[in-house]
DNA sequence: GATGAAAACTTTATAAG
DNA sequence: CTTATAAAGTTTTCATC
């Protein structure tokens, strides 16, 4: 069972970026596509999931025609870094439906989010009921995203 | 067929977000979890995929396990604003399969990219080999990202 | 909406070249 | 790796309540 990068040769490869953007291709249309017959590449499949390669499948939904359309990337800074702080806030925005992607950074502030809201009204209502009934915010700056042009999970290095 | 949001009831809503996380859930499971039988929930999966709501399918891949496995989160500031520059600069960027995210964005930068890399020195060898070789970059500003504590696709609001 | 059924296809496993 | 086989499960369409 692969579980290094070197464990991985180019028709793995192959697969995993198929499989990136189409993560519904029949093993039938994915083995054709990558040059193979259908049971090796079967295998393959099996043991990229087993190996923890892939880790499982999402659906990429229209964000457009859910309603909250607009994107804002807010930069957060912690009044202190302590562990028990930047977990706590962490954690709490992890379970905000509206926010998407939480990251702790290196660098001038502490957390990165973005937030998928409705507007200006709802980038508003979002900071004044949610992010700043957080304790221990320091300050934040936003981002409004007038267009995504990329939007893509992972990066597959080429072998080479 | 649904084309706006109004159109989704909480049985769409939960179609959606159990699609979300699992983008290969079988007709049957699904039905089952959303309190549907088999056809009806089939006849709505059809209707939301036809109605651009469900846009397609992606596999989540384990980036540690694939290598370039640090991500960046790098703000650009271009010389020049005009339409022009901007967007030479995105599609650029767009092509570069590290780049994972683009963003053009409002305030004081004007793309938020997110890469992966490998390492220090494949942060370094990225600025120089690649971000530094496009033309128009008046200045970044990088953020390297200790951890990611979520990292969904959409937001599915409430329907109240 | 629910149920049931039929055909085509897919998944999963296994065997043999 | 290939081809081939087979059972179980899924997708898709369609008719009926």
Request: include cysteine.
């Given at each position: 069972?692969?579980?290094?990068v070197?464990?991985?040769?180019l028709?793995?490869?192959?697969?995993?970026?198929?499989?990136?953007?189409?993560?519904?291709?029949?093993?039938?249309?994915?083995?054709?596509?990558?040059?193979?017959?259908?049971s090796?590449?079967?295998?393959?499949?099996?043991?990229l999931?087993?190996?923890?390669?892939?880790?499982?499948?999402?659906?990429?939904?229209?964000?457009?025609?859910?309603?909250?359309?607009?994107?804002?990337?807010?930069?957060?800074?912690?009044?202190?870094?302590?562990?028990?702080?930047?977990?706590?806030?962490?954690?709490?925005?992890?379970?905000?439906?509206?926010?998407?992607?939480?990251?702790?950074?290196?660098?001038?502030?502490?957390y990165?989010?973005?937030?998928?809201?409705?507007?200006?009204?709802?980038?508003?209502?979002?900071?004044?009921?949610?992010?700043?009934?957080?304790?221990?915010?320091?300050?934040?700056r936003?981002?409004?995203?007038l267009?995504?042009?990329?939007?893509?999970?992972?990066?597959?290095?080429?072998?080479?």
């Amino acid at each position: 069972m692969p579980n290094r990068v070197s464990d991985l040769d180019l028709i793995d490869r192959r697969i995993l970026k198929a499989l990136l953007t189409e993560g519904r291709l029949s093993n039938a249309d994915l083995a054709n596509r990558v040059g193979l017959s259908a049971s090796p590449c079967w295998q393959r499949v099996r043991r990229l999931e087993e190996g923890g390669f892939i880790r499982g499948y999402a659906s990429i939904l229209d964000q457009d025609l859910l309603g909250a359309a607009e994107t804002v990337m807010i930069e957060v800074v912690l009044d202190r870094h302590d562990d028990e702080v930047l977990e706590a806030f962490g954690r709490t925005m992890q379970q905000m439906p509206e926010v998407l992607e939480v990251h702790l950074t290196t660098g001038e502030y502490d957390y990165l989010i973005k937030v998928a809201v409705d507007g200006t009204k709802g980038y508003e209502s979002f900071l004044r009921e949610k992010l700043y009934r957080v304790r221990g915010i320091r300050h934040t700056r936003s981002s409004f995203v007038l267009r995504t042009l990329k939007d893509v999970q992972a990066y597959i290095p080429d072998g080479d």
